[in-house]
């Protein structure tokens, strides 16, 4: 992205997450941005062996929480029009739709990941 205005809403990719949020500071090549909502829940597992369980350390990511800050690249940033949905709604729905997509194919991987998913819902979500 080019320009961004302070204030603006966007969509930005953070750590295998996508979120909507405000933009509050151009730092040059990054732009800080505080969390307003979450479209795409982050993915479980070791980010450099993606879809892998052998050899990988796999991580719990939790997605970002509401107001939280990130500094994201501004390649990683699309200006966002129409409305922003609520923080906690967004969020069940990412983390559902993750969740679907890894019951819907029966591999080693999606079964850890899931394992992972779950815990984070029984110790920070509570859905």
Known sequence: MDEVNIGEHVLAVYNTGTYIGEVL???GNYILVEVHAVLE????????????????VFHERKALS??????????????HEGQVPEYISSLKE???TLKQTLINEDTQY?????????????HYYKF
């Open 94 to 96: 990412a983390y559902e």
């Open 110 to 122: 999606n079964t850890l990941a899931l394992k992972k998913l779950e815990q984070l819902n029984e």
């Open 41 to 56: 829940h982050p993915t479980q597992g070791d980010l450099h062996k993606p879809g892998q369980v052998e050899g990988a």
């Open 25 to 27: 500071e151009d730092r």
């Open 66 to 79: 509401f107001k939280e800050k990130m500094n994201v690249r501004k390649r990683k940033i699309k200006s």
